[in-house]
């Protein structure tokens, strides 16, 4: 029999009426005659409410004791669905993550998937269960409970999937799938049909929240297809899969934009080996996350190095490299949160000379300045003030002619199945764009 | 080092405010030179939260998803807690029962502790920490999450203090100790300073909330001392002991009222061997507690028989009985709410002869029927009408002159340290009562 794994975010069980609707979707499923493992979040805004206490309480609160205390948001979720499901006369059986073996690392708020002790979901699964199971959490060898950072569900959810074979893994959000911008930037962005793999890291490393960026990683390494989809309205989503002669290349396919980032700039530090090393190395040390790096090197053998970090790790970083600072003699470091990354990714962009160009000539015709730029082969990012970000976008979605998708008819992708399973000229038609 | 081990309910967790003053007496207790092990509710309503939402969604939810819901109550008070603790600057680890293996059976919802691995617990101390633990909830050999009923951190508590040889167990509580009777109903009742094992087990079991019936059976079956005392007032609360030649016997200790009772009768059953075996039986197999017994035989070969259970077991006993009505081919099964216990508890009723004679006769004086009548060495129980359990309980305080009681020095016993390592001579004259 197939399998599937359906995720549903916090907004998807915020209430009792919500948690009923999840219920009913997730029994159809298997009417459908399919395995079904459901991941969930917390109730709405609990794991916030649950935050504010403890910093209320200690405004340091030990990373593990955070853990342990937000941990119980999924907890409550997973008791309440079942129950929902028992009432549709269906039998289901819930399980935390320390139940079901998902075991991490102790790096306590941000933990990484280890392995996945799947036999006990197997066996529950054969007795004809649904088989509902707490998103977010982990737990190490020891025991302790470890939480996987923010969207660390939809990791669950793709993690389970690849260690099940599940045919597929839904992703059901408050959005209606990957779109070509965030809407509430760009009305007319567009929803992305499909979106590769490779795609879908690059956006969601350069600030689109629909999907967390280690779920992804998994869905590639293991090539779990993920189709990202609204569990508000009953339409097809965008389809996560492995990018093949199927897919049209659209040179772009989306224009991000994340506010939430900080660039560090220490001034004056040697400029010998080791130097950059060293500062890197104590960053990752303390398991904070660098983005972008530059070096500029001064005529004196001194240098400058920005980097930027996400914007919850500034306080971290601040103590780190103040030490560094000290030990490197180095002359200031300098924070700054007013500034915003916008990107452009698409997988056309290898074959597409003159996109960077395009770029930057947009950003200078809305007055834009540039401070930082990455590239990869699909993704160009620019460091940018973070007042402009809004303005970047729309304008770079011009450029783009990213408008343009053509919107396809909202029944042509089935609902239940993957792309892969399709004939592939549906696909061809839909993401025939940008041409 | 000598260890204790503190438990503390939810009115004393019940918010921010309370969960600091609870942090500053633990580490109290730790400057002390005390090794301290802290046994926690959940947060003040917490569970009666939860189990709204569940009913709300499923008016019969399966009891194994109940337990993983209201479990999540003392998992957020141990992490507020230790983040508390931390605060002040000591070190501090919580756990779940499943965490430091707080094995039960799989009766969910009434679960019974059936081992504690104690080794976690154990290395923590030894590091130094403060060990806080999730009451109330337990594990199956499985892995899956049970819970020991209304009051069971008590339990926990008391278990955990037997099974880490604590020198004495502190249970906090929104009351200051055991009094000789509820003091809502009789505004003159003291504050008993010493009660035996034996008479608690008979007060828990016959009404008085202050302590899980469960937590003194573990006190007495392993010899720890428990110190019943309010988490508001830093005052001497009850000594729960062994009784030994040291404790004054009263004759009376107090007087208890439970009006969480429900009557069964079971009408014109056959008059043979094995018909109460297989009511009784039929009851044990669905975990349900009976209470009194009585059987009156008719002259026709029938008998009828009645008992009493808690009320929250009715719904459950009513399914069982009806079965049972069929299966014995009984006339009838009547099923009464409306009844009350009172009961007088003492470990010198013992070598008192007449006792039972003045407890009937004050209940008559009061024009109060008698409807059953149990007895134990220590203690006589009788089923009244509900609505005059408070008449009877003044009236049996007031018979056995329970107000005179004296009230002794608050001072008179250490608030830290049980009264088994005290001059005798000190519990002498607090005991000293009702000669």
């Not at 998807?12 to 979040?41: F, H, M, Y």
């Not at 090539?223 to 389809?239: A, C, E, M, N």
């Not at 970000?389 to 239940?416: M, Y």
Request: charged share 25%.
């Amino acid at each position: 029999m197939s399998l599937i794994v359906q995720k549903y975010g916090g907004t998807s069980v915020a209430n009792e009426t919500n948690i009923k609707n999840v219920a009913q979707r997730v029994v159809r499923a298997k009417d459908e005659g399919k395995d079904v493992v459901v991941v969930l979040s917390a109730l709405g805004d609990t794991t916030d409410v649950l935050l504010n206490m403890a910093y209320n309480i200690n405004p340091h609160p030990q990373k593990r004791e955070l853990d342990m205390l937000v941990s119980t948001g999924e907890q409550i979720s997973i008791a309440l669905l079942t129950m929902a499901i028992h009432f549709l006369g269906y039998d289901a059986v819930s399980f935390t993550a320390s139940q079901v073996g998902i075991l991490t690392d102790s790096v306590y708020t941000k933990a990484r998937i280890l392995d996945i002790k799947k036999d006990r979901i197997v066996d529950e699964l054969k007795k004809g269960r649904i088989v509902v199971v707490a998103g977010f959490q982990g737990v190490t060898r020891d025991g302790d409970i470890t939480t996987l950072g923010r969207g660390g569900s939809d990791t669950t959810a793709v993690a389970l999937a690849a260690a099940l074979g599940a045919e597929y893994c839904e992703i059901f959000t408050d959005v209606e799938g990957v779109f070509t911008a965030d809407p509430n930037v760009v009305p007319e962005a567009c929803k992305l049909h499909v979106v590769s793999y490779e795609e879908m890291l690059e956006m969601s490393a350069s600030g689109a929240k629909v999907l967390q960026l280690r779920s992804v990683e998994f869905g590639r390494n293991y090539g779990v297809k993920i189709h990202v989809r609204s569990s508000f309205v009953d339409v097809s989503g965008t389809w996560v899969i492995e990018e093949d002669e199927r897919m049209e290349r659209a040179i772009i396919s989306g224009v991000t934009h994340d506010k939430n980032q900080a660039k560090i700039t220490i001034f004056d530090v040697p400029d010998k080996p080791g130097v950059a090393a060293r500062i890197f190395q104590a960053l990752a040390d303390s398991h904070i996350n660098v983005d972008m790096i530059i070096q500029n090197v001064s005529e004196r053998g001194l240098s400058d190095i920005s980097f930027t970090v996400d914007r919850e790790d500034l306080p971290l970083t601040r103590e780190v490299m103040l030490k560094v600072k000290e030990e490197l003699k180095a002359r200031e470091v300098h924070f700054d949160q007013d500034i915003a990354k916008v990107s452009l990714v698409g997988a056309g962009m290898k074959t597409n000379p003159g996109v960077a160009a395009a770029m930057f000539s947009a950003l200078a015709e809305s007055n834009i300045n540039i401070e930082m730029i990455s590239t990869s082969p699909i993704k160009i990012s620019c460091i940018i003030r973070k007042e402009q970000a809004e303005t970047a976008v729309r304008s770079l979605h011009k450029k783009f002619n990213l408008d343009r998708v053509s919107r396809p008819h909202k029944e042509s992708i089935g609902t239940g199945s993957a792309p892969g399973s399709q004939p592939a000229n549906g696909l061809h038609q839909e993401s025939g764009r940008n041409e």
